[in-house]
């Protein structure tokens, strides 16, 4: 059985600065999330592709995805078992969906990060470009 | 006033076995780090339950350095988090029809995504169950 170790990071940070008669003013904003996965029984899959404005579908019960041990990524049990993905396309503006109601949008391979919500066993995820064009895209899915 | 920042997200997992005392590591990577230095930048943070909250966008609550509220006519990025245990979302809607986005977080775990948000929207934030503290950072212009 393979062991999944990893981790999630997001770290947002803005400088905004005014100068005004010489006095500088400045405001930082921060978000920072740095979350570690090390359970005995994670499970990680990517899925790379190519999309139009229809729907492609990845499933995640089975996925496509091989483990290090060469066995199908499976996230096959109950509610909750697909705990977050990230998703990033380049080309046009693409969306990453899945049926608990999660929904990423990326382009020019800016990465989006989502909680998967209540998403069930069986669930897919859906990806599309939003109005035309096609796009490429990288998916990792997360669970346990 | 001046603005300059990045979204910067990295995803990293090591999937390994052993067999016969022989390892196989598979390695998953997807990382981005955007720079901004220009537009506006706010940060709403609130409490929550069951039902919607709307987060103003123009104009928010936020000043800037200049003592200005932020008024967004549009918003490209967003990064969202929620504390506790239940599943919050935070959703925008009325500029693109039905394909905005819609965020959840819990746990402090954030989430982040483009948005499309350009005529006419609004921010909602709303929970599953029980309340939540958030806090919402929205990049646009």
């Known amino acids: 059985m393979s062991n999944v170790r990893g981790r999630i990071a997001v770290d947002v940070q803005f400088a905004d600065s005014t100068t005004s008669a010489g006095v500088q003013s400045l405001k930082t904003i921060t978000m ?29 019960s089975p996925s496509v995805f091989r483990d290090s041990s060469g066995a199908i990524v499976d996230f096959d049990t109950d509610e909750g078992i697909i705990r977050r993905f990230a998703f990033s ?32 066993a069986g669930e897919v995820f859906a990806i599309r470009t939003y109005s035309s064009g096609t796009a490429s895209f990288i998916l990792v899915i997360y669970g346990t | 006033m001046s603005i300059r920042g990045r ?37 709403v943070s609130g409490t929550c339950g069951t039902a919607v909250v ?40 009325g500029g693109c029809g039905i394909d905005d986005w819609t965020i959840y977080s819990r746990a402090g775990q954030v989430a982040v995504s483009e948005s499309l ?25």
């Open chain 1, 32 to 60: 920072q999330d740095a979350t570690e996965y090390t359970s005995a029984d994670g499970k990680v899959a990517i899925i790379t592709g190519t999309c139009g404005t229809a729907n492609v579908t990845i499933a995640t």
């Open chain 1, 89 to 120: 396309a380049t080309g046009s503006l693409a969306l990453c969906e899945n049926q608990a109601g999660a929904r990423t949008f990326s382009t020019g391979g800016r990465v989006g990060v989502n909680d998967a919500g209540d998403m069930q």
């Open chain 2, 7 to 43: 979204f910067g997200i990295d995803v990293q997992f090591t999937d390994s076995t052993i067999v016969s005392g022989v390892q196989s590591v598979k390695t998953l990577a997807l990382q981005g780090a955007s720079e901004y230095d220009f537009g506006k930048i706010a940060l």
């Open chain 2, 54 to 93: 709307t987060v103003p966008v123009s104009p928010t609550t936020y000043r800037d350095s200049g003592g200005n509220v932020i008024s967004f006519a549009s918003v490209s990025r967003v990064a969202f988090s929620a504390s506790g245990p239940n599943l919050v979302a935070c959703d925008g809607s």
């Open chain 2, 117 to 141: 948000e350009t005529v006419a929207f609004s921010v909602n934030v709303y929970g599953t169950t029980g309340t939540a503290a958030y806090t919402l950072v929205m990049y646009g212009s």
